[in-house]
Nanobody, 121 residues
Framework: QMQLVESGGGSVQAGGSLRLSCAKSGYIYSSYCLAWFRQAPGKEREGVATIRSDGSTRYTDSVKGRFTVSQDNAKIIVYLQMNSLKPEDTAMYYC???????????????WGQGTQVTVSS
């Protein structure tokens, strides 16, 4: 199973930026999807962005134009660059991996421990 470790969370003011990282180790699928999910207090976990092993990406509507998902050349670390942050982006952010891409958390078997992002107004 793939192991995932997130880092890079923190507290910023609205309009600021943060970059999250997700480092992969263990068994790495030859063809995979790495997704970023987030969960705010009292809300369901939602998919934010996905990146496939071929580099193709998808974003949920609320972050399009503000967030960018990418991976390093070795495809060991996946990043989530978050710009123009809003208070509603406040949540615990998780990376997750699966051989297939979807927005359904139940499709993802490997999860990181999460990293907190707090955006103040």
């Amino acid at each position: 199973q793939m192991q995932l470790v997130e880092s890079g969370g923190g507290s910023v003011q609205a309009g600021g930026s943060l970059r999250l990282s997700c480092a992969k180790s263990g068994y790495i699928y030859s063809s995979y999807c790495l997704a970023w999910f987030r969960q705010a207090p009292g809300k369901e976990r939602e998919g934010v962005a996905t990146i496939r092993s071929d580099g193709s990406t998808r974003y949920t509507d609320s972050v399009k134009g503000r967030f960018t998902v990418s991976q390093d050349n070795a495809k060991i670390i996946v990043y989530l660059q978050m710009n123009s942050l809003k208070p509603e982006d406040t949540a615990m952010y998780y990376c997750a991996a699966s051989p297939l891409c979807s927005w359904r958390q139940e499709d993802f078997a490997s999860w990181g421990q999460g990293t907190q992002v707090t955006v103040s107004s």
